[in-house]
């Protein structure tokens, strides 16, 4: 399997597209009417016309390879942020949970325990504006 830099290396080698097909000659045409690829045999009508969409078609697939990774590593960075908050607000009511009662109606420890929850909160609007 090769890689997407592979991949782009072949594509900026090949003569520019889009190609063309003529279904009649079994000809693949550069856009200036030059012919790149000639096939006569076997099932050529159906191989040139792939080659001659393979040309624009390539390049497209990878672009959308590259936007559907930055998306999904977008993803995981707020993934990442979300389950940093989640730990946040675990903590924050295991360290109220393990107070005694009394301590559990004073606003400092609210104050106190709260800090580290309203951080990650914080960061977490900033980061994502929400």
């Known amino acids: 399997m090769m890689s997407d830099d592979k991949d782009r ?5 090949a003569t520019d597209g889009p190609w063309a097909f003529c279904p009649d000659s079994g000809l693949v045409f550069d856009r200036d009417g030059l012919d790149i690829i000639e ?4 099932n050529y009508r159906y191989n040139a016309r792939f080659v001659a969409s393979a040309r624009t078609r390539w390049p497209a697939a990878l672009d959308e390879a590259d936007s559907l990774r930055a998306q999904l590593q977008q993803a ?3 993934i990442a942020e979300l389950e940093r908050v989640r730990e946040a607000a675990r903590k ?3 360290m109220r949970n393990d107070a005694p009662p009394e ?5 400092m420890y609210l104050d106190y325990t709260g800090s580290a929850m309203a951080a990650a909160l914080d960061d977490y609007q900033e980061k994502w504006g929400k």
């Open 9 to 13: 290396e072949v594509i900026a080698a």
């Open 39 to 42: 096939t006569n045999y076997g």
């Open 92 to 94: 924050f009511v295991d």
């Open 76 to 78: 995981n960075d707020k």
């Open 103 to 107: 301590d559990r109606k004073m606003p």
